[in-house]
């Protein structure tokens, strides 16, 4: 399959853990984001990379939030002391262009 | 900050036409309008974009309106496979990303 996926699938964690999700991009896209989704709403954007650097970061994202992508292949996001509002699903997607973002099936994280 | 309102619901008879709209007041001249659908327990899928011009693929025509501060998706044929959530989304100043609320579409057999 050559399309973005994302791992774990599913997290359940205490409030107050830090978690850290996987995205792996499609391998010739430079392109890659970052955004959360709570239910019956649409994503909401929290971060872009092109190639290693991070070049847009939403208001949204707390000092709690931090995502790398360090040899412009895989990313990484990482919440620090999860807290209850942090349950959401957390999308990746990736693109050569900004105008067709191909999206992986996201992870879901449930803080309790 | 960006805006973007879409209807919460549609409903649509199989084969028939579906025109979604999307309301981007906030839009500004360089930002191109995507839209994206999405399917229960999957990630979202591209289905169109555009600038200025209406635009056409294979899955959807792209109406722009000339002021760039609305937009209209349409399904030329509604199938079943067409039900999703269907969202508008704009790239504002900043390469911020800002999606619509999302229009759930029913078709109807």
């Known amino acids: 399959d050559t399309g973005v996926s994302q791992n774990p699938r599913h997290k359940i964690t205490k409030r107050g853990q830090n978690v850290t999700f996987r995205c792996d991009p499609i391998?010739?896209?430079?392109?890659l984001y970052w955004y959360r989704q709570t239910l019956g709403q649409g994503p909401e954007f929290l971060t872009y990379f092109q190639n290693e650097a991070q070049l847009e970061k939403s208001r949204l994202l707390s000092d709690r939030f931090s995502a790398e992508r360090p040899k412009g292949s895989f990313s990484t996001l990482e919440i620090q002391r999860t807290e209850q509002g942090d349950s959401a699903m957390y999308l990746c997607?990736?693109?050569?262009?900004?105008?067709?973002?191909?999206f992986g099936p996201g992870t879901r994280l449930t803080v309790l | 900050d960006a805006k973007t309102t879409q209807p919460n619901s549609m409903e649509s008879n199989e084969e028939e036409p579906v025109h979604l709209p999307c309301n981007h007041s906030t839009i500004s001249g360089t930002d191109y309008i995507h839209w994206y659908r999405q399917l229960p327990s999957q990630g979202p899928e591209y289905v169109i974009h555009?600038?200025?011009s209406n635009v056409n693929n294979r899955m959807a025509s792209l109406a722009i309106a000339e002021d760039r501060k609305s937009s209209t998706l349409i399904l030329h044929r509604a199938t079943l496979r067409d039900a999703a959530v269907y969202y508008c989304?704009?790239?504002?100043?900043?390469?911020?990303?800002?999606f619509g609320p999302g229009t759930r579409l029913s078709v109807l057999p």
């Open positions: 997607a990736s693109s050569v262009t900004f105008n067709e973002q191909f």
């Open positions: 391998s010739e896209h430079n392109r």
């Open positions: 989304m704009t790239i504002n100043y900043g390469q911020n990303f800002v």
């Open positions: 555009g600038l200025t």
